[in-house]
């Protein structure tokens, strides 16, 4: 398993990130070029990679391929088509977006969100990205989400079956999972659940935590990792039993400070549990 996150110091070439990436302590990135970016300079960026051991976990996308706007969709299923190139150029583990939304808001609720036609678009969306790229080195994968599918390692599971692409793969957000205090305090299970029934399929992996508010009512929170109740213990357990090179990625974060502490205390977990982080 590795461990990554965002850098905040700004790079120009590939040897600076490098650097940067040393002095966090990271062994996986967040892709560092754009989808606009020369072939020349993504295979600089490979090759400054390879050369230091470190993986492209991911290259995200984060549009609505879901748009109730035919333009609108149509757009952002291009710019997915896009990114899953980069992907694939850049030799990333996966390219990852949400399914999107059938509401006005990219990645917020909407009463259609679970409906049989939604699970049906989706399953053509996903199929319409990958057909027009067809990666050979990467996968596309959608974030598990709250409101939109895929919710649970069952409906993603559904998901794998009726996309029916081997380029379709998973990326696994444990915090979205979370959406009740039934499944608050209950998260571990649900870790060893998802890591059981879809772990060869897990390409990426974001690190963050949630708690549960005393108030009314049901207020779920994202918080920085160790301040929360997700259960860690479980989920690096699990994703040490996934292949070697499976990232950890921390995210949502507003400082370095911020994201030393949250490293630090996933590595303490590591380290109690006498699993080697990379």
């Known amino acids: 398993m590795r461990l990554g996150g965002p ?6 070439d590939p040897k600076h990130w490098i650097l940067a990436l040393r002095r966090y302590g990271y062994s996986a ?4 070029v754009t989808s606009d970016a020369d072939d020349s300079i993504i295979q600089e960026y490979v090759d400054a990679a390879e050369s230091v051991d470190v993986i492209i976990a991911e290259v995200g996308v984060w549009n609505n391929p879901l748009s109730t706007n035919a333009e609108a969709r149509q757009t952002a299923i291009k710019q997915c088509q896009e990114h899953l190139l980069l992907a694939d150029k850049i030799g990333a583990r996966c390219c990852v977006n949400i399914a999107g939304s059938r509401g006005q808001k990219w990645d917020g609720p ?22 027009a790229v067809r990666p050979t ?20 599971l559904a998901l794998i079956k009726d996309i029916n692409r081997k380029e379709f793969a998973v990326h696994f957000d444990p915090v979205n999972l979370i959406s009740s205090p039934q499944r608050y305090y209950d998260n571990g299970a649900i870790i060893r659940e998802f890591c059981s029934k879809l772990g060869p399929y897990i390409k990426s992996c974001h690190a963050k935590d949630v708690i549960l508010r005393e108030k009314f009512m049901v207020h779920l929170d994202e918080i920085r990792p160790g301040l929360g109740g997700l259960d860690f213990g479980a989920l690096i357990t699990e994703l040490s039993t996934l292949n070697p090179d499976t990232p950890l990625m921390l995210e949502h974060l507003s400082s370095m400070e911020e994201y030393s502490r949250s490293a630090d205390y996933i590595r303490s977990v590591a380290r109690k549990m006498q699993i080697v982080i990379r």
């Open 29 to 32: 990135a967040y892709c560092p």
């Open 7 to 12: 850098i905040f110091e700004k790079y120009t």
């Open 110 to 131: 909407h009463p259609d969100n679970f409906t049989e036609d939604t699970f049906g678009l989706i399953v053509e969306t996903v199929q319409e990205i990958i057909d």
């Open 137 to 156: 080195g990467t996968f596309y994968t959608l974030e598990t989400m709250p409101w939109i599918y895929p919710d649970s390692p069952d409906n993603y």
